[in-house]
């Protein structure tokens, strides 16, 4: 207990007056002066732990302004004390060493819970890592898909187009027929004798003339 200072609070242990002295100051303890308080009492029969049970032990115990550990009796007595303490031990002895752990234990102790939280952290992370992954990899086939069914549907929208273009009708053995002012000709009587005009076939153009009667 190298480092630490204990205080002493003497009190009646038994009897009607228990509870009156340093138990009733409890709820009064300077918390920056005082760390932790140890409410302890050797073995004895029932009738001398009864006042560990009573109402205003109780209640000075769960208003104490410091955590509190109950060390009532001995291992196997339970008393309204000990479940209303912040901590019990089942001897007074053993509240003094709860009360004052080793400084390497407790670095010790430290530095185990900090592994464990780093691995748990590290462990989250690699979970999130691998749902990121699967996300993404689940993202790249869906475009994919998407992209492929897009691509049939510009390949069949295409040939749709290709097979209403004119230039596949004149590769059936159609022409167009054009005057020198471009204009369309569509009908006989638009073809006068001498008439110059030109005929638009698959793969090119062909001058021709409206020859006389």
Same mark, same amino acid.
């Given at each position: 207990? +190298? ?56 209640? #000075? ?8 550990? !109950? +060390? ?26 709860? #009360?004052?752990?080793?400084?390497? &234990? ?9 592994? @464990?939280?780093? @691995?748990?952290? #590290? ?7 691998? @749902? ?6 689940? *993202? ?14 510009? #390949?069949?929208? !295409? ?35 001498? *008439? ?8 090119? &153009? ?8």
């Amino acid at each position: 207990m +190298a480092g630490r200072r204990a205080a002493r609070r003497p009190d009646a242990r038994a009897g009607r007056r228990c509870g009156g002295g340093a138990l009733g100051r409890l709820g009064r303890l300077p918390g920056g002066a005082v760390d932790v308080a140890i409410v302890g009492r050797g073995g004895g029969s029932k009738e001398d732990l009864w006042t560990f049970n009573s109402e205003r032990v109780a209640r #000075a115990v769960a208003v104490a302004a410091v955590p509190v550990v !109950s +060390a009532v009796g001995h291992e196997t007595d339970v008393t309204l004390c000990d479940l209303v303490a912040d901590y019990r031990a089942a001897t007074p002895s053993a509240a003094a060493a709860a #009360a004052t752990p080793d400084r390497a &234990e407790v670095l010790d102790h430290l530095a185990h819970v900090g592994a @464990r939280l780093g @691995r748990a952290v #590290a462990s989250r992370v690699d979970l999130a890592g691998q @749902r990121v992954e699967r996300s993404l990899d689940r *993202l790249a086939g869906t475009m994919t898909l998407r992209v492929e069914r897009h691509r049939h549907q510009l #390949a069949a929208l !295409s040939g749709r187009l290709d097979a209403l273009s004119p230039l596949k009708i004149l590769e059936r053995g159609y022409a167009l027929a054009r005057d020198a002012e471009d204009r369309l000709l569509t009908r006989v009587a638009q073809f006068p004798p001498g *008439l110059a005009f030109r005929l638009r076939v698959s793969d090119g &153009e062909v001058r021709a003339r409206v020859a006389g009667p």
